[in-house]
């Protein structure tokens, strides 16, 4: 049975740097699917990527690998593009996926770019990849068949409306999943109603949106699915545990989902359970872990650094995590349409609902008043009024003269920007908006519509309530005081002698606050007292329900800083690092430790730091007071929308960059092309010339080649003429044929003749040989029977006996039997004799011997003729064997059958045997006769045959030649009209290739146009963002260059110089001698008659011409400071603090409901200090608490006495001193220290 194949679905894996190693792991996953099941195509719904601006080089391999082997384990892979993919918004042609080179490897590997209709393994297919506009994939849907349509199946990259985006908001306290987060757009599922169904990337969570008609969720038919992300790529997949991939039977739609064994790669924890090591190892390796519960800092550093140990991955930042829909969270996946409508569905439950947040900014009151009556009023800037004023005296370029209406306008909206509630942030605002001068514009400004800065846009009242001190500077243990119990509303000055503690108070507020000292040197733990060396802490509570504590070498906190409302510790204001959480304190409290000493602290050194520092730290300031911190904010928001517009202008030169790239490529194409075909057409003409030329020569050649067949053809006829030899050869062979069987008989005949004559000779030899031997033979016989004669006379010796004995075993048979035995006798005859004479010794002995001599001699010849006679006998009788054996040798020797010898000893007689030689000899001469005229005429034969076997190869030859030439001619011909109509093929497809690459030339031509105008307008616009950039800029610029802050400040001023003479009137009006003290623009303020001085100018009447300080904020020349005595100089330093004061009190984000002076104005004389006390009581209409630290006696005095002469409150005096336990205060006659509490001094 055939398994059916079907199509792997996945998308949105996002390759990136972060956790690449996951990514990689997971993309072998998919790619080994294929392997496990019959998958004839790939389909990846989009996302390979996750950044469309730049990709690592790991990166890319990575993915080019993963692809690789999914494009080598499947016939077919379809990528379709999805907005990551992207390389420029809007431009749907450049893909990042350029970098992989993914063109090359079609048609097994396809990029789907365009919206399209296809037709996959027999099943019909719209592919949609990411647009911007899903109204143009709905459009390609209506327009489809509806009959096609139900069986077609879509592969997208879609934002659906009530699509699930995060499937679990986590509770960062449980850590428990809650409800799902559901995208807010325009797009929905109904659309997609008309195909069979439809499986899309974009959204991580893997899901089936069913038609409305079908809640049940049984018929899957019109539904979308995302296949979701493959493994968990954020934390906004936490316990989205189900990722993978899809399995799809093309024929039946039904679908098999696999599970990725490699999903899970964020888990949470419990904190108590990581602290208490209750924690699975397994559950947390090579993973990111968010941690959860109630945490503190201490907690939450400690869980996180047992869980890096335990090794975890990483762990989540100490932040909560925040619900609902968020779209800076989103990024790239929320489009521009669904934005704008979720803005307006908000707007629209804004103005329904109202805004139920309670408004922490309270109303200022009037900032301003004459100091006479305690009232300042400032005011409000009017900063339309300033927008177009600043606009219309500048001379600007031609580029920017005639925009002037849309410079105002920017600058208007750039304010109104920082001025609105917070869901009109500049991130959701584009720089079009900015431009937009209908009032369609959700920024539109009507024209009466004035922008203000009278208010900051939070204000943060520092109203003290209590401060706890602890092992801080003089204060050993802890010293606790209540402002309402232990200082009076109004005055307090802290007196006592030098390092008695006057200044901890004032110290501990700062330090608790900002993390510094007022005096300088201290290094950050000189803080801690000496005594304790640890432990130092300083805890503020302010009446709006604030308390910010601060520690330092602290057991438990270490050198933190916590800042609690109503007793709940408020842990955004904890960053990383001490920088950041003192950044977000000073943004809580609306000023910094510079700003704060200038203008709520006056010490010796703080109100001259205003008048040393440089311009730029002075306009800081100037600006901070006028509450011109809108300014900042105002110039971040033209540098994001200028950033706006560089990144679009960039993106749009680098299109037109890379548009006019491909038409220079494309013209380049053309002239190639051109080229190329004037080549080809060259080629065609020359091999038509050519294959003419060469036909000519071939029909000439085939001309020769027939004459001279027609001639070999004729010749080869006349040899077949000539008569035929075969028959006289034939005979002659049968002559020839019985001269041989004749010449072979008597050959045979002859053989036996020899064979026969030869046996006669051998017989005549051996019978004469044997004849001889007989003689021989008879006349040995005689002489033996003469030696055997006379042994019979001879005397036998002893010693013959024993040699008897052994010829007798020889035998007796024969003469030589005979003799032996005669010998035997004789010799045991001689020995009987002797051994009877033995007696005569030497006689008989000689005797004896010459017997003994004579006998050997004699049977030695009888031995030697007996032996003879033997070898003659043997002789004969081999002989007589010879003979018998004659026709057996000859037969063997001659090779003729020995029957045949035999025949021929019995019928050939000898006279026949000597004539066969003869006869032979004539049969061999007839043969060889025969032979030679044979061998004539067969050499006669085969030279005729040879000629006509030559001239018919000849024949043959030249017609092979003539059908190889013929044949030969035929090839080239068709290979000639073959490079012809490859040729012309070439010429064909050149021709319409430069048809179309001169087509695109032109589309290419009009984009260039159409990108040149549009890089022209976002150039235009940048000149507006620039222009404002540089009127916003705090750097330090030439004084002839007109800055808006310069513009503003400029206006403003006159503000700060009236309060300055106003209170300047106040430091001088009770010294009688100060008509003749001052001079130039002081002496103005004292021209009046009488002793006393005029009053201070009215709120209504305009500023006069005098100023203290001039437009580069400097001291006016007219004044002559720097001629000025001490104490002079002094009242100046003073009063321009205590404007700074009324100025930031009225305008700044931060409003002190206190003032801290540290001896400031000591020095002074009797007038001077009663003229700043004076100062000081008007201040305490405003203020709740001024605090002054003094040495001088006539100045407690002067105080003491003035609050019982007037009438007036006056001054509490709390006293500081040195304690048992550190420094301890005296209030009232009550010892405020840390050793016991409160105590009667």
């Given at each position: 049975?055939?398994?059916?194949?079907?199509?792997?679905?996945?998308?949105?894996?996002?390759?990136?740097?972060?956790?690449?190693?996951?990514?990689?792991?997971?993309?072998?996953?998919?790619?080994?699917?294929?392997?496990?099941?019959?998958?004839?195509?790939?389909?990846?719904?989009?996302?390979?990527?996750?950044?469309?601006?730049?990709?690592?080089?790991?990166?890319?391999?990575?993915?080019?690998?993963?692809?690789?082997?999914?494009?080598?384990?499947?016939?077919?892979?379809?990528?379709?593009?999805?907005?990551?993919?992207?390389?420029?918004?809007?431009?749907?042609?450049?893909?990042?996926?350029?970098?992989?080179?993914?063109?090359?490897?079609?048609?097994?590997?396809?990029?789907?770019?365009?919206?399209?209709?296809?037709?996959?393994?027999?099943?019909?297919?719209?592919?949609?990849?990411?647009?911007?506009?899903?109204?143009?994939?709905?459009?390609?849907?209506?327009?489809?068949?509806?009959?096609?349509?139900?069986?077609?199946?879509?592969?997208?990259?879609?934002?659906?409306?009530?699509?699930?985006?995060?499937?679990?908001?986590?509770?960062?306290?449980?850590?428990?999943?809650?409800?799902?987060?559901?995208?807010?757009?325009?797009?929905?599922?109904?659309?997609?109603?008309?195909?069979?169904?439809?499986?899309?990337?974009?959204?991580h969570s893997h899901q089936t949106i069913f038609q409305a008609t079908n809640q049940n969720g049984q018929d899957p038919r019109g539904s979308i699915t995302y296949i979701g992300a493959p493994l968990q790529l954020t934390w906004a997949d936490l316990f989205d545990t189900r990722k993978g991939a899809i399995l799809l039977d093309p024929?039946?739609?039904?679908?098999?989902?696999?599970?990725?064994?490699?999903?899970?790669?964020?888990?949470?924890?419990?904190?108590?359970?990581?602290?208490?090591?209750?924690?699975?190892?397994?559950?947390?390796?090579?993973?990111?872990?968010?941690?959860?519960?109630?945490?503190?800092?201490?907690?939450?550093?400690?869980?996180?650094?047992?869980?890096?140990?335990?090794?975890?991955?990483?762990?989540?930042?100490?932040?909560?995590?925040?619900?609902?829909?968020?779209?800076?969270?989103?990024?790239?996946?929320?489009?521009?349409?669904?934005?704008?409508?979720?803005?307006?569905?908000?707007?629209?439950?804004?103005?329904?609902?109202?805004?139920?947040?309670?408004?922490?900014?309270?109303?200022?009151?009037?900032?301003?008043?004459?100091?006479?009556?305690?009232?300042?009023?400032?005011?409000?800037?009017?900063?339309?009024?300033?927008?177009?004023?600043?606009?219309?005296?500048?001379?600007?370029?031609?580029?920017?003269?005639?925009?002037?209406?849309?410079?105002?306008?920017?600058?208007?909206?750039?304010?109104?920007?920082?001025?609105?509630?917070?869901?009109?942030?500049?991130?959701?605002?584009?720089?079009?908006?900015?431009?937009?001068?209908?009032?369609?514009?959700?920024?539109?400004?009507?024209?009466?519509?004035?922008?203000?800065?009278?208010?900051?846009?939070?204000?943060?009242?520092?109203?003290?309530?209590?401060?706890?001190?602890?092992?801080?500077?003089?204060?050993?243990?802890?010293?606790?005081?209540?402002?309402?119990?232990?200082?009076?509303?109004?005055?307090?000055?802290?007196?006592?002698?030098?390092?008695?503690?006057?200044?901890?108070?004032?110290?501990?507020?700062?330090?608790?606050?900002?993390?510094?000292?007022?005096?300088?040197?201290?290094?950050?733990?000189?803080?801690?007292?000496?005594?304790?060396?640890?432990?130092?802490?300083?805890?503020?509570?302010?009446?709006?329900?604030?308390?910010?504590?601060?520690?330092?070498?602290?057991?438990?906190?270490?050198?933190?800083?916590?800042?609690?409302?109503?007793?709940?510790?408020?842990?955004?204001?904890?960053?990383?690092?001490?920088?950041?959480?003192?950044?977000?304190?000073?943004?809580?409290?609306?000023?910094?430790?510079?700003?704060?000493?200038?203008?709520?602290?006056?010490?010796?050194?703080?109100?001259?730091?205003?008048?040393?520092?440089?311009?730029?730290?002075?306009?800081?300031?100037?600006?901070?007071?006028?509450?011109?911190?809108?300014?900042?904010?105002?110039?971040?928001?033209?540098?994001?929308?200028?950033?706006?517009?560089?990144?679009?202008?960039?993106?749009?030169?680098?299109?037109?960059?890379?548009?006019?790239?491909?038409?220079?490529?494309?013209?380049?194409?053309?002239?190639?092309?051109?080229?190329?075909?004037?080549?080809?057409?060259?080629?065609?003409?020359?091999?038509?010339?050519?294959?003419?030329?060469?036909?000519?020569?071939?029909?000439?050649?085939?001309?020769?080649?027939?004459?001279?067949?027609?001639?070999?053809?004729?010749?080869?006829?006349?040899?077949?003429?000539?008569?035929?030899?075969?028959?006289?050869?034939?005979?002659?062979?049968?002559?020839?044929?019985?001269?041989?069987?004749?010449?072979?008989?008597?050959?045979?005949?002859?053989?036996?003749?020899?064979?026969?004559?030869?046996?006669?000779?051998?017989?005549?030899?051996?019978?004469?040989?044997?004849?001889?031997?007989?003689?021989?033979?008879?006349?040995?016989?005689?002489?033996?029977?003469?030696?055997?004669?006379?042994?019979?006379?001879?005397?036998?010796?002893?010693?013959?006996?024993?040699?008897?004995?052994?010829?007798?075993?020889?035998?007796?048979?024969?003469?030589?039997?005979?003799?032996?035995?005669?010998?035997?006798?004789?010799?045991?005859?001689?020995?009987?004799?002797?051994?009877?004479?033995?007696?005569?010794?030497?006689?008989?002995?000689?005797?004896?011997?010459?017997?003994?001599?004579?006998?050997?001699?004699?049977?030695?010849?009888?031995?030697?003729?007996?032996?003879?006679?033997?070898?003659?006998?043997?002789?004969?009788?081999?002989?007589?064997?010879?003979?018998a054996s004659l026709p057996s040798n000859v037969a063997s020797q001659t090779g003729i059958n020995e029957g045949d010898v035999h025949l021929a000893l019995r019928k050939l007689t000898a006279q026949e045997a000597l004539k066969v030689p003869r006869q032979l000899t004539l049969a061999i001469d007839e043969l060889r006769t025969l032979?030679?005229?044979?061998?004539?005429?067969?050499?006669?034969?085969?030279?005729?045959?040879?000629?006509?076997?030559?001239?018919?190869?000849?024949?043959?030859?030249h017609e092979k030649q003539t059908e190889s030439i013929r044949k030969s001619w035929t090839e080239s011909f068709n290979k000639y009209h073959l490079s012809l109509a490859r040729k012309e093929q070439e010429i064909t497809t050149h021709k319409e290739l430069l048809e179309s690459e001169v087509e695109s030339l032109a589309k290419y031509?009009?984009?260039?146009?159409?990108?040149?105008?549009?890089?022209?307008?976002?150039?235009?616009?940048?000149?507006?963002?620039?222009?404002?950039?540089?009127?916003?800029?705090?750097?330090?610029?030439?004084?002839?260059?007109?800055?808006?802050?310069?513009?503003?400040?400029?206006?403003?001023?006159?503000?700060?110089?009236?309060?300055?003479?106003?209170?300047?009137?106040?430091?001088?009006?009770?010294?009688?001698?100060?008509?003749?003290?001052?001079?130039?623009?002081?002496?103005?303020?004292?021209?009046?008659?009488?002793?006393?001085?005029?009053?201070?100018?009215?709120?209504?009447?305009?500023?006069?011409?005098?100023?203290?300080?001039?437009?580069?904020?400097?001291?006016?020349?007219?004044?002559?400071?720097?001629?000025?005595?001490?104490?002079?100089?002094?009242?100046?330093?003073?009063?321009?603090?205590?404007?700074?004061?009324?100025?930031?009190?009225?305008?700044?984000?931060?409003?002190?409901?206190?003032?801290?002076?540290?001896?400031?104005?000591?020095?002074?004389?009797?007038?001077?200090?009663?003229?700043?006390?004076?100062?000081?009581?008007?201040?305490?209409?405003?203020?709740?608490?001024?605090?002054?630290?003094?040495?001088?006696?006539?100045?407690?005095?002067?105080?003491?006495?003035?609050?019982?002469?007037?009438?007036?409150?006056?001054?509490?005096?709390?006293?500081?001193?040195?304690?048992?336990?550190?420094?301890?205060?005296?209030?009232?006659?009550?010892?405020?220290?840390?050793?016991?509490?409160?105590?009667?001094?």
């Open positions: 049975m055939k398994v059916k194949s079907r199509w792997l679905l996945a998308s949105d894996l996002h390759f990136k740097l972060h956790d690449l190693d996951r990514v990689a792991r997971t993309a072998d996953w998919i790619a080994s699917i294929p392997h496990q099941y019959n998958v004839s195509r790939a389909i990846i719904c989009g996302d390979l990527f996750t950044t469309r601006t730049s990709q690592p080089t790991n990166v890319l391999a990575a993915c080019y690998r993963f692809l690789d082997k999914l494009g080598s384990a499947v016939p077919h892979m379809d990528i379709i593009l999805g907005n990551h993919d992207l390389a420029y918004r809007r431009d749907y042609t450049t893909s990042a996926l350029e970098a992989l080179a993914i063109a090359r490897l079609a048609p097994f590997v396809t990029l789907h770019t365009e919206i399209g209709f296809h037709k996959w393994d027999g099943r019909d297919v719209l592919v949609m990849p990411f647009r911007e506009d899903q109204g143009e994939i709905i459009k390609h849907i209506r327009d489809l068949d509806p009959n096609i349509a139900e069986k077609t199946v879509g592969f997208a990259h879609l934002a659906i409306n009530r699509a699930i985006t995060q499937k679990h908001i986590i509770n960062p306290e449980t850590g428990m999943a809650g409800l799902p987060n559901r995208y807010p757009g325009l797009t929905s599922a109904g659309e997609f109603a008309p195909l069979a169904r439809t499986f899309t990337g974009h959204f024929e039946t739609l039904d679908v098999e989902f696999l599970d990725n064994p490699h999903a899970v790669g964020y888990t949470c924890v419990e904190a108590q359970e990581v602290l208490a090591g209750r924690i699975d190892i397994d559950q947390i390796r090579d993973k990111h872990v968010m941690v959860t519960g109630k945490l503190s800092m201490y907690k939450y550093i400690s869980a996180r650094d047992r869980l890096v140990k335990l090794g975890a991955r990483s762990v989540r930042d100490w932040k909560h995590v925040v619900s609902g829909f968020s779209q800076s969270g989103l990024g790239k996946t929320m489009l521009p349409a669904d934005i704008q409508n979720r803005r307006n569905r908000e707007e629209e439950v804004s103005e329904a609902v109202g805004n139920t947040l309670p408004n922490l900014t309270s109303p200022l009151t009037a900032a301003s008043s004459e100091l006479a009556t305690g009232k300042v009023e400032l005011k409000p800037i009017d900063l339309t009024g300033l927008i177009e004023e600043y606009v219309s005296s500048l001379d600007l370029e031609s580029t920017l003269d005639d925009r002037r209406d849309i410079l105002s306008l920017v600058g208007k909206r750039l304010f109104n920007l920082r001025n609105s509630s917070s869901d009109k942030v500049d991130y959701d605002v584009k720089y079009k908006d900015m431009l937009d001068p209908s009032p369609q514009s959700a920024l539109f400004i009507p024209a009466n519509d004035a922008l203000q800065t009278s208010k900051a846009e939070t204000i943060f009242v520092a109203d003290p309530v209590s401060i706890e001190i602890t092992n801080f500077l003089g204060v050993q243990g802890t010293l606790s005081l209540d402002f309402k119990q232990h200082f009076q509303p109004g005055i307090n000055l802290i007196v006592g002698h030098n390092g008695a503690g006057k200044s901890t108070i004032i110290e501990a507020i700062v330090w608790c606050q900002f993390g510094q000292c007022i005096r300088g040197g201290l290094g950050v733990n000189d803080v801690v007292n000496d005594v304790a060396k640890k432990n130092c802490n300083v805890r503020l509570t302010f009446a709006n329900g604030y308390t910010i504590s601060r520690f330092r070498k602290h057991a438990e906190f270490r050198n933190g800083v916590i800042v609690e409302k109503d007793g709940v510790i408020q842990s955004q204001f904890e960053g990383p690092d001490a920088k950041s959480t003192q950044a977000s304190i000073d943004s809580l409290l609306g000023v910094d430790f510079d700003t704060f000493i200038r203008i709520v602290l006056l010490g010796n050194e703080s109100a001259p730091s205003f008048l040393n520092s440089n311009p730029l730290q002075k306009r800081q300031l100037i600006e901070l007071v006028l509450g011109l911190e809108v300014l900042d904010g105002c110039a971040e928001t033209c540098n994001s929308m200028l950033n706006q517009v560089e990144e679009e202008l960039g993106g749009m030169q680098s299109q037109l960059g890379g548009v006019t790239h491909k038409a220079e490529l494309l013209t380049s194409r053309v002239g190639q092309i051109n080229q190329t075909l004037k080549l080809l057409q060259q080629e065609v003409a020359s091999l038509a010339k050519e294959m003419e030329g060469k036909k000519l020569k071939h029909e000439a050649i085939m001309n020769q080649k027939e004459l001279v067949g027609k001639k070999l053809r004729e010749s080869l006829e006349a040899e077949k003429l000539l008569p035929d030899l075969k028959p006289k050869l034939l005979s002659l062979r049968s002559d020839i044929s019985s001269a041989q069987n004749e010449v072979d008989r008597l050959d045979v005949l002859a053989r036996l003749a020899q064979a026969r004559s030869f046996i006669d000779r051998e017989r005549v030899i051996i019978e004469q040989e044997v004849i001889t031997t007989n003689t021989q033979l008879h006349h040995h016989q005689d002489d033996l029977q003469r030696l055997i004669e006379e042994n019979s006379v001879l005397d036998i010796p002893s010693s013959s006996i024993d040699e008897h004995k052994d010829i007798k075993r020889d035998g007796n048979s024969g003469a030589q039997g005979f003799i032996l035995n005669v010998t035997l006798a004789f010799r045991k005859f001689w020995t009987s004799i002797l051994n009877i004479v033995s007696p005569r010794a030497r006689e008989i002995a000689l005797r004896a011997m010459e017997a003994r001599r004579r006998w050997d001699e004699h049977t030695k010849a009888v031995i030697t003729l007996t032996n003879r006679i033997t070898h003659m006998q043997d002789r004969i009788a081999s002989m007589m064997d010879n003979i032979s030679n005229r044979h061998t004539q005429l067969q050499l006669e034969h085969e030279t005729r045959e040879k000629k006509r076997l030559r001239k018919q190869r000849d024949v043959e030859e031509s009009h984009q260039i146009v159409d990108l040149r105008k549009e890089v022209a307008s976002i150039d235009s616009n940048r000149e507006i963002f620039a222009f404002w950039q540089s009127a916003l800029t705090r750097r330090q610029v030439s004084a002839s260059r007109h800055t808006f802050r310069r513009h503003v400040i400029g206006r403003h001023l006159g503000e700060l110089n009236k309060l300055l003479g106003q209170i300047l009137m106040v430091m001088y009006q009770d010294a009688h001698y100060a008509r003749h003290m001052t001079s130039g623009a002081l002496k103005t303020l004292f021209e009046d008659d009488g002793e006393t001085p005029s009053p201070p100018p009215s709120n209504n009447e305009e500023e006069g011409s005098t100023s203290v300080l001039e437009p580069s904020l400097s001291m006016a020349s007219t004044l002559g400071y720097s001629k000025k005595s001490g104490g002079e100089r002094k009242r100046v330093d003073l009063a321009l603090f205590f404007a700074l004061f009324v100025m930031s009190e009225a305008r700044s984000a931060h409003r002190a409901r206190y003032m801290l002076v540290d001896e400031a104005f000591d020095g002074l004389d009797a007038a001077g200090q009663a003229a700043v006390l004076k100062l000081c009581h008007w201040m305490t209409g405003r203020l709740a608490y001024v605090f002054v630290i003094t040495h001088s006696r006539s100045f407690i005095t002067l105080a003491e006495d003035e609050g019982g002469a007037e009438g007036e409150v006056g001054a509490s005096v709390v006293m500081a001193k040195a304690g048992e336990k550190g420094t301890e205060f005296v209030v009232n006659g009550v010892c405020v220290s840390s050793a016991a509490g409160e105590r009667e001094d």
